[in-house]
Structure formats: C-alpha cells, structure tokens
C-alpha cells in the first residue's frame, strides 16, 4: 500500500503549505486505511472504469511504481505491473491513458520520447517517437502557418508506444491497450486542470463540431467532475489494440486524418504516415555527485541537463546554503542554468538534417571551460563544443555506449529564441520502476494545448510544425522529413548499477531547469522527493538578466539578487508555469514516488 505523506522539514522555512496540497493530503491520509479496491469515490462509477485507488502525490512501495499526470492514468500502470508486466508494459499502458483523461496535454495523435533502463543486462535505450515534417513540406510556404491544419506534423505516438511494446514488453497489446478503451468508452470525471484548459481554449475547441458537442455541450465548458466520454476515441483505440500501428497509421483513421488537414493546404499524405517510423537513438551521459546521468540525446535537450549538472558538480551547493536563501547557491544554480539555456538555444536541432555537438556539449572538460563567474552578464553566448566533440566517454559512461560524435560541423546559432518558445504548460511526463529494477522516463505531448486543434478518428493533432524555427540558419529551421527542437529531458540517474532516479516534467522551455533543480534538491541536498519538488522554482533566460522565480525565495536574497545584476519578476507558488515534475527514488531498498503538486498527478504503487 502507499504511504501518503504531507513532508517536512527543509521547505518549512520557505513557505506554508499550500491549501491544495493540504487538501490533497488529507484526502490521502483519509483513504490510507482503505483497501486499494474500495478507495473509490461514493458516487456510483459506470461500469469498467478504473476506480480511484489510495490518494496521493507522494507514496512508498516496495516492488513497483507508477508516476504520472493523472491518477487514473497511473492507476493504468499499476494494472500492469500487479498482471505480471515490467516496466514498459506499465509505462505503455499509462501513456495511452492520459491520452484519454488528459487530451490536451498528450495522446495518439502527438509525440514523444522513451529512455528505458534494463536492468537484466544494464543497458540504456532511447527511442524517439516525435512528429515528423511531412515529406512534401515546402519550408518558404510552410512558414505562413495561418491555418491549423498546417501546424499538423506526421504523428509518431502510437508507433513509438507500441515499437517499444514490442521491443521490450511482456504482456499482450490488447492488455497494455484496455483500459484507455476502458476510460475512453465509459468516460470519467473531469479533472480541475481539464476543464480549465477547455474554458481556455474555446476556440480551438470550436474549429469541429464534433469536439464543440464533446468538450462545450450547450455552448458551455465542461466543468470539473462532469463526465466526459470519448466513443470515436474508444473505437480508434480498439483498431491500434486489434491491427497495431496498422490501425492508426493506415486504413479508415489515416484516410480521415488527411481527409482533416489537406483542405487547409498541409501536404501530409497516405503515405507520410505509413512510412512514419522511430528512431532508436543512445542517450547523451555524464555525472553529477558520483552518480551517472542518462537523458536524451537530440533532437531533445538532454545535453542541457547534462551540461548543467556538470558545471554545478564542481561547485560545492549544499556547503554554500540553500539557492533559496543563500546568494551564493543562488547565483551558482542560476549562472549554470543560463549558459545551458544558451547552448540549448545555439545547437538542438535534428540530428538527421544538421550536425549536432551533443559529445562535446557533455564533455566534463566542456562544462568546466563554461562555468559562469562572478558576474552578471546582460547576456549569455554560446560557447564552442566541437573541440570536445571527439572526446571518447567518461569512464563512467562507457559502459552505457552514449551518443556518438556527429559527422559534420556546425556553427553556434545565436539569435533569440523565437516568440512564445518557453510559454505554456503543455506536454505530459510518467515515471516508472517495477520489481526487476527497470525503469522507463516517458514525456509525450500535443505541442501546445490540444496540439493544433485538428480534430480526426478521436483524438487532437498536434502542432509540431509550430516548433520549427522559421529561420534557415537555425539547427531547428523546418525542413522535410525533419523532427522539430524539443525540450523535453526524460532522465534516469544510475549509482551502484541500479536506478536511484527516474525524473521528467512538461513545461516547454522551463523543463530542463525544472528537471535540474529537482535532480539537485535530492542529490545534493537529499531531500525527499516530494520535498524537492514543493521547492520554489526559477527559470531565467540567456538573453537578459530577468528571472522569473516562484514566491518562497528570500526577501533578503532577491535584494541581493538585484545588487548583483539579475532582475527578479516573483510569481505565485506552485505555478502550473513552472513544470509538472514526476520523479521516483529508490532509497533504502524502497521506491520513493512524488508527483509535483503544481499538477493533478498521482503515485501508485505496489
């Protein structure tokens, strides 16, 4: 059973507990006596949906875990570790979920990353299954983007999800499948974070008629707690789990997502999507405090985590205070930030269409050259990796067999990053371990909320196209065939030869410094991981001195912050801005799980 638990200590002396989280763990402490199978909601459920189990954004087990966006989505997991799954069976079933009960933050017409631990044989894998340009874009008329359905790239969710079922799962698809149909086809209640999101959106959600009856009944916003029912999403489902990616990527549902987004002039065809297929990668590694971190390799930031844990591992944090109180923590933690959002900014793009200096990036000798000084500069430039790029592995990260050096040469592009690049909340993460000790960091997404607002066979269509950089210099400029720049980070931190960390968050351009600052409250701090995520978060910029903070840093240290050059805008805490970390510890031979409480996730586990 999972022990929910309110948290303590350090984070006390920051900020009282918000309502939410009160509420949240009352409700958790409330169910903790009750069997998982009659924690259920007093109203009466439809029959065949997944009952709400033991409440909890923080929770203990001993053999499995499942972290993600939803409750019901990570109770999807957890059905697939307790029916003898592994670890990618749970994260599948999770990930088909939330397409379900969350839409507009992922699903089968979106994209994603998988970063796999084996344990059996201590391997890392990576695929990435993010959307694609389709073959026929043409990048001088793509760039005027007024009609959604031009936003629209070749998606790669169920191909992805179900190459790595077949790669490494253990159950059958139908089992990993059943209860996305199971939600889509009996429905749920609407969550908060839903029915906010559709009030927001109510123009995206009026481009089909179909959606407006769906998600505005009566020219209204569903509300909390009101069903919501997806048949069209529930038959689609059906087809993948009967035909596999066949069902999605041919047949009727390709015929009717080209039938969707032709007439607005995006030259997807029949066969871009057939044709669509993952790519295996290897992940990007380095250290941070004796342990080994693994993340994504590009066309996804991973190299940003890595780079940044390098530069703050040579600084010693936990003797200087905490970075919410001690000027000095502070300015290491936000100068090391800085130049990893630069070099972000200069070089990620996809590795297929322009060479990307993901070895030199990570090269410890790298970071140490890049470590930011005593000053606050106006801006930060990007540095130059490729002198580091043919540097072979750490001895640490050999074993692993990281990225490989990229073939080629390209210069730092230094312009600013494009309009809206770090706005928004969207996208979804889930963490998983199961009993083996293997490990999957999964982050999938629609682009922005409900992705272009296409609507086809039940479910939205991204916006990948959006993500482009209209400029030809730029590593990300839109070409055909092309995956857009993401910055999404799925991570996993190995010590001893076995998972200490799984860790990921949504968040756009504030993932990775969300990733980072949760990676160092445990592991420099060590903090428990719900602790580290109740932590007030910063996300600064390499263009400018401002920094956007939560409120919880101390009054005493932003007046000094301002003494050295920054420029602080404090917003509220536990802003949805600033991520939705979903992270799970191993510690003292038990799994640690904690779903940021900025978001409606949940832990469970076993």
Same mark, same amino acid.
């Given at each position: 059973?999972? %022990?929910?638990?309110?948290?303590?200590?350090?984070?006390?002396?920051?900020?009282?507990?918000?309502?939410?989280?009160?509420?949240?763990?009352?409700?958790? +402490?409330?169910? %903790?006596?009750?069997?998982?199978?009659?924690?259920?909601?007093?109203?009466?459920?439809?029959?065949?949906?997944? !009952?709400?189990? &033991?409440?909890?954004?923080?929770?203990?087990?001993?053999?499995?875990?499942?972290?993600?966006?939803?409750?019901?989505?990570?109770?999807?997991?957890?059905?697939?570790?307790?029916?003898?799954?592994?670890?990618?069976?749970?994260?599948?079933?999770?990930?088909?979920?939330?397409?379900?009960?969350?839409?507009?933050? *992922?699903?089968? *017409?979106?994209?994603?990353?998988?970063?796999?631990?084996?344990?059996?044989?201590?391997?890392?894998?990576?695929?990435?299954?993010?959307?694609?340009?389709?073959?026929?874009?043409?990048?001088?008329?793509?760039?005027?983007?007024?009609?959604?359905?031009? +936003?629209?790239?070749?998606?790669?969710?169920?191909?992805?999800?179900?190459?790595?079922?077949?790669?490494?799962?253990?159950?059958?698809?139908?089992?990993?499948?059943?209860?996305?149909?199971?939600?889509?086809?009996? *429905?749920?209640?609407?969550?908060?974070? +839903?029915? =906010?999101?559709?009030?927001?959106?109510?123009?995206?959600?009026?481009?089909?008629?179909?959606?407006?009856?769906?998600?505005?009944?009566?020219?209204?916003?569903?509300?909390?707690?009101?069903?919501?029912?997806?048949?069209?999403?529930?038959? !689609?489902?059906?087809?993948?789990?009967?035909?596999?990616?066949?069902?999605?990527?041919?047949?009727? $549902?390709?015929?009717?997502?080209?039938?969707?987004?032709?007439?607005?002039?995006?030259?997807?065809?029949?066969?871009?999507?057939?044709?669509?297929?993952?790519?295996? =990668?290897?992940? $990007?590694?380095?250290?941070? #405090?004796?342990? !080994? $971190?693994?993340?994504?390799?590009?066309?996804?930031?991973?190299? %940003?985590?890595?780079? !940044?844990?390098?530069?703050?591992?040579?600084?010693?944090?936990?003797?200087?205070?905490?970075?919410?109180?001690?000027?000095?923590?502070?300015?290491?933690?936000?100068?090391?930030?800085?130049?990893?959002?630069?070099? =972000?900014?200069?070089?990620?793009?996809?590795?297929?269409?322009?060479?990307?200096?993901?070895?030199?990036?990570?090269?410890?000798? @790298?970071?140490?050259?890049?470590?930011? *000084?005593?000053?606050?500069?106006?801006?930060?430039?990007?540095?130059?990796?490729?002198?580091?790029?043919?540097?072979?592995?750490?001895? /640490?990260?050999?074993?692993? %067999?990281?990225?490989?050096?990229?073939?080629?040469?390209?210069?730092?592009?230094?312009?600013?990053?494009?309009?809206?690049?770090?706005?928004?909340?969207? &996208?979804?993460?889930?963490?998983?371990?199961?009993?083996?000790?293997?490990?999957?960091?999964?982050?999938? &997404?629609?682009?922005?909320?409900?992705?272009?607002?296409?609507?086809?066979?039940?479910?939205?269509?991204?916006?990948?196209?959006?993500?482009?950089?209209?400029?030809?210099?730029?590593? /990300?400029?839109?070409?055909?065939?092309?995956?857009?720049?993401?910055?999404?980070?799925?991570?996993?931190?190995?010590?001893?030869?076995?998972?200490?960390?799984?860790?990921?968050?949504?968040?756009?351009?504030?993932?990775?410094?969300? $990733?980072?600052?949760?990676?160092?409250?445990?592991?420099?701090?060590?903090?428990?991981?719900?602790?580290?995520?109740?932590?007030? #978060?910063?996300?600064?910029?390499?263009?400018?001195?401002?920094?956007?903070?939560?409120?919880?840093?101390?009054?005493?240290?932003?007046?000094?912050?301002?003494?050295?050059?920054?420029?602080?805008?404090?917003?509220?805490?536990?802003?949805?801005?600033?991520?939705?970390?979903?992270?799970?510890? =191993?510690?003292?031979?038990?799994?640690?799980?904690?779903?940021?409480?900025?978001?409606?996730?949940?832990?469970?586990? @076993?």
């Amino acid at each position: 059973m999972i %022990q929910a638990h309110l948290g303590s200590q350090p984070y006390r002396r920051f900020r009282a507990v918000s309502p939410l989280i009160l509420a949240l763990t009352l409700a958790a +402490l409330a169910c %903790q006596s009750m069997p998982l199978e009659r924690a259920a909601a007093t109203a009466p459920e439809p029959s065949g949906v997944l !009952t709400t189990g &033991t409440l909890g954004q923080r929770g203990e087990a001993e053999h499995g875990m499942v972290v993600s966006a939803h409750p019901l989505a990570s109770e999807a997991g957890l059905e697939m570790l307790r029916r003898g799954g592994n670890a990618v069976d749970a994260a599948v079933a999770a990930a088909f979920a939330v397409g379900v009960v969350e839409p507009m933050m *992922g699903g089968i *017409g979106g994209s994603g990353g998988m970063l796999i631990w084996r344990q059996a044989d201590r391997r890392t894998e990576y695929l990435d299954f993010y959307a694609r340009a389709p073959a026929g874009t043409d990048p001088e008329t793509a760039a005027v983007r007024a009609d959604p359905a031009r +936003l629209v790239a070749v998606p790669g969710a169920v191909k992805g999800l179900l190459a790595a079922h077949d790669s490494f799962g253990r159950l059958e698809t139908g089992e990993v499948i059943a209860p996305a149909i199971r939600l889509a086809e009996d *429905g749920f209640r609407v969550s908060s974070l +839903l029915a =906010r999101t559709v009030a927001a959106d109510s123009a995206k959600l009026m481009l089909s008629a179909r959606v407006q009856e769906l998600f505005w009944p009566d020219m209204r916003p569903l509300g909390a707690g009101e069903w919501l029912v997806q048949p069209e999403l529930a038959v !689609t489902l059906r087809r993948i789990a009967g035909l596999g990616a066949a069902g999605f990527h041919e047949g009727p $549902v390709a015929e009717e997502i080209i039938r969707v987004v032709r007439p607005g002039g995006n030259p997807m065809t029949m066969t871009d999507l057939a044709e669509f297929e993952p790519t295996w =990668r290897r992940p $990007v590694c380095g250290t941070f #405090r004796g342990t !080994t $971190v693994l993340s994504a390799p590009p066309p996804q930031a991973g190299f %940003q985590v890595v780079q !940044t844990l390098h530069m703050l591992d040579a600084a010693p944090l936990a003797a200087l205070g905490w970075p919410t109180a001690s000027p000095a923590a502070f300015h290491a933690l936000i100068g090391a930030l800085r130049v990893g959002i630069a070099d =972000r900014q200069a070089y990620l793009g996809d590795p297929g269409a322009t060479p990307v200096p993901a070895v030199g990036l990570t090269a410890p000798a @790298y970071a140490n050259a890049r470590r930011p *000084g005593a000053e606050v500069r106006a801006r930060i430039e990007p540095g130059d990796p490729w002198d580091n790029e043919l540097a072979g592995p750490t001895p /640490n990260c050999a074993p692993f %067999q990281p990225v490989e050096p990229a073939s080629g040469h390209s210069a730092a592009w230094g312009a600013p990053p494009p309009a809206g690049e770090d706005e928004g909340g969207e &996208t979804t993460h889930l963490s998983v371990v199961d009993s083996e000790g293997n490990a999957v960091s999964l982050t999938f &997404t629609q682009g922005a909320y409900f992705g272009s607002g296409m609507w086809a066979a039940g479910t939205f269509l991204n916006n990948a196209m959006a993500i482009f950089s209209s400029d030809p210099e730029s590593p /990300n400029a839109l070409r055909p065939g092309a995956r857009p720049a993401s910055t999404t980070t799925p991570t996993i931190i190995i010590e001893e030869d076995r998972v200490r960390l799984v860790v990921g968050s949504p968040g756009g351009g504030r993932i990775p410094p969300a $990733v980072i600052q949760a990676i160092v409250y445990v592991v420099e701090y060590g903090l428990d991981p719900f602790e580290a995520l109740r932590m007030p #978060r910063v996300q600064p910029q390499f263009s400018t001195p401002v920094l956007e903070l939560e409120q919880g840093f101390a009054g005493a240290l932003l007046g000094e912050a301002r003494d050295m050059g920054y420029e602080p805008a404090v917003l509220p805490p536990l802003s949805l801005y600033f991520g939705g970390v979903h992270m799970i510890e =191993r510690r003292g031979g038990r799994w640690i799980g904690a779903a940021d409480p900025r978001r409606d996730g949940q832990v469970r586990g @076993y």
